[in-house]
């Protein structure tokens, strides 16, 4: 199983980037995907989750309204469209998949390697 992310990069406040998650060994869309983030010297934090099946998405309070999750099961690749940037948001984001969705980081067995964001004020 590999969950390949990309799509980060340096954008300014109020900007959008799309990272995305690529996976092979599995099948996105059997399992329940999460983006999680992590600033340096910040504990991992959870983002964004998706379910199997519905498609059920739920986000961080930082995330309502500015973040979407989404999956494109042709493709069995995730997204994070992420919409007006703040300075905050600047971490490494990391996809993650799971039999069960959750908001724990800790608790997902299949992670991406991380990308990184950066946001400029």
């Known amino acids: 199983v590999q969950l390949q992310a990309s799509g980060g990069g340096l954008v300014q406040a109020g900007g959008s980037l799309r990272p995305s998650c690529a996976a092979s060994?599995?099948?996105?869309?059997?399992?329940?995907e999460g983006w999680f983030r992590q600033a340096p010297g910040k504990e991992r934090e959870f983002v964004a989750a998706?379910?199997?099946?519905?498609?059920?998405?739920y986000y961080a309070d930082s995330a309502k309204g500015r973040f979407t999750i989404s999956r494109d099961n042709a493709k069995n690749i995730l997204y994070l469209q992420m919409n007006n940037l703040k300075p905050e948001d600047t971490a490494v984001y990391y996809c993650?998949?799971?039999?069960?969705?959750?908001?724990?980081?800790?608790?997902?067995?299949?992670w991406g390697q991380g990308t990184l964001v950066t946001v400029s004020s």
């Open positions: 998706i379910n199997w099946g519905s498609g059920s998405t």
């Open positions: 993650a998949a799971d039999r069960v969705i959750r908001t724990n980081a800790y608790e997902y067995e299949y």
């Open positions: 060994g599995l099948t996105l869309s059997n399992y329940a």
